[in-house]
Structure formats: structure tokens, C-alpha cells
């Protein structure tokens, strides 16, 4: 089944403890993304990869780290959490690098930082 | 500087009646138009897209949406609406001159009442 996958999807951690939110897709997508949806804020695209070693960054990409070293994944790094770094994220990929492809979500990781 | 503007947190009909999302957009070149739907606890779903061509889109589930240069408006429109409709619904914007970038608007919440 064509998907995307994220790991894990629920996670209560503290301030300041390192943690990786893995994303992975199964259909040789070239553009990943990942997004964070607070309420009443919408959905804001953290960061984004072109293609695998081309990332870069969006509208709210403090505090957060990426990596594309394999076309499949996309690792979102949060070095040093913070409470305001609680929400709800969610990874997305795209067939091409092309802004017309529709994107395809992930079922989201709940994050809350104490 | 891309954005999205959805004027209604919250829109609710009756089932059967036409219903009508509302979406407003600014970007600096040709803009690529998107609806995705997320129902609860769900990733993001695509609906339609609008890239070039005939200004009214057909998409999943019997939805439309009809692209208004003039206004820059994209609202998304079903002529019969299902309880099965209730969901929070996004537009979202993106432009070949920033194409990685995706910017999506706050929401609007869809209830169907029987």
C-alpha cells in the first residue's frame, strides 16, 4: 500500500531531551515536507526537501533539524524541546519537486513537551 | 510573500443543501490551488487542484471548486451536501517561483446536520 509513515505517533517527553520524529514513504516521491497544525494557526511547513540532500527551510523552521540522506526518508530533529514546540506534526511527500503534485500525508505524531 | 485567508473558522448546513468553503489567496506569480479535508484523528486528505485551464475543478467525493483570478478566490463548493461531509477543510497555495514552499490556511470547519 502506497503510504506515508511516521514513528511513532504519540510521544510525551521533557524539556531539553533530544528526539527524532522519523517519516518514511513507500512511492519514490522526490519532495518531502513536514508541517506542524496548532490550532486556530493552520498548518505551517517547518521544512522541505527537493530532493535527497537538498533541504531548506519554511516558515517556522527554529528549533527544528532535517536531514534527506535516502530519497524514503526525512527525519524531523528536535535538538532541544521546548513547550511551545507542542502540537501536532504532520510529514507529506509529493511525486516531483513540481508545485502543481498534490501532497500526501502522513497520519500525524502528537508531541507534548512538559 | 505567499498566504492563504479562509474568512470562516466554522461553516455549517443542512444535509442536502449546497454548501460553499471560502478561500482567498496572494501570491507573486501563477498561483497552483489545493483542498485537502482531514477528518478526526486522520492525516490530510487531497481533494482537488486547481494548475491552469478551466476555472471550475471537479474532485473527490463530488466536490468543485471555482478558480476566480480576479478575486483571487478559490471556493469550494458541493451541490448536495452529506453528514459524512463534516470535516476540517484547508486550502493551500503554491508558486513556481518559491515552488518548495507550501502555505496552507487555518481551517475551516464543516457540520452537516441531518
Known amino acids: 500500500e502506497a503510504q506515508v509513515t511516521q514513528n511513532p505517533r504519540y510521544l510525551i517527553t521533557v524539556t531539553g531531551k533530544k528526539l527524532t520524529v522519523t517519516c518514511s514513504q513507500n512511492?519514490?516521491?522526490?519532495?518531502m515536507s513536514w508541517y506542524r497544525q496548532d490550532p486556530g494557526l493552520g498548518l505551517r511547513q517547518i521544512y522541505y526537501?527537493?530532493?535527497?540532500?537538498?533541504?531548506d527551510k519554511g516558515d517556522v523552521p527554529e528549533g527544528y533539524k532535517v536531514s534527506r540522506k535516502e530519497k524514503r526518508n526525512f527525519p524531523l530533529i528536535l535538538e532541544s524541546p521546548s513547550p511551545n514546540q507542542t502540537s501536532l506534526y504532520f510529514c507529506?511527500?509529493?511525486?516531483?519537486?513540481?508545485?502543481?503534485?498534490?501532497?500526501?500525508f502522513g497520519p500525524g505524531t502528537r508531541l507534548t513537551v512538559l | 510573500a505567499q498566504s492563504v485567508a479562509q474568512p470562516e473558522d466554522q461553516v455549517n448546513v443542512a444535509e442536502g443543501n449546497p454548501l460553499t468553503v471560502k478561500c482567498t489567496y496572494s501570491?507573486?506569480?501563477?498561483?497552483?490551488l489545493f483542498w485537502y479535508v482531514q477528518y478526526p484523528n486522520r492525516g490530510l486528505q487531497f481533494l482537488l487542484k486547481?494548475?491552469?485551464?478551466?476555472?471550475l475543478v471537479k474532485g473527490s467525493y463530488g466536490f468543485e471548486a471555482e478558480f476566480n483570478k480576479s478575486q483571487t478566490s478559490f471556493h469550494l463548493k458541493k451541490p448536495s451536501a452529506l453528514v459524512s461531509d463534516s470535516a476540517l477543510y484547508f486550502c493551500?497555495?503554491?508558486?513556481?517561483?518559491?515552488?518548495?514552499?507550501?502555505?496552507f490556511g487555518d481551517g475551516t470547519t464543516l457540520t452537516v446536520k441531518p
Open positions: 512511492m519514490n516521491h522526490e519532495y
Open positions: 507529506a511527500s509529493s511525486f516531483s519537486r513540481d508545485p502543481y503534485n498534490e501532497q500526501f
Open positions: 501570491v507573486s506569480g501563477n498561483p497552483y
Open positions: 486547481y494548475i491552469t485551464g478551466d476555472n
Open positions: 493551500a497555495v503554491r508558486d513556481m517561483r518559491v515552488p518548495g514552499k507550501s502555505t
Open positions: 526537501s527537493m530532493n535527497v540532500e537538498v533541504t
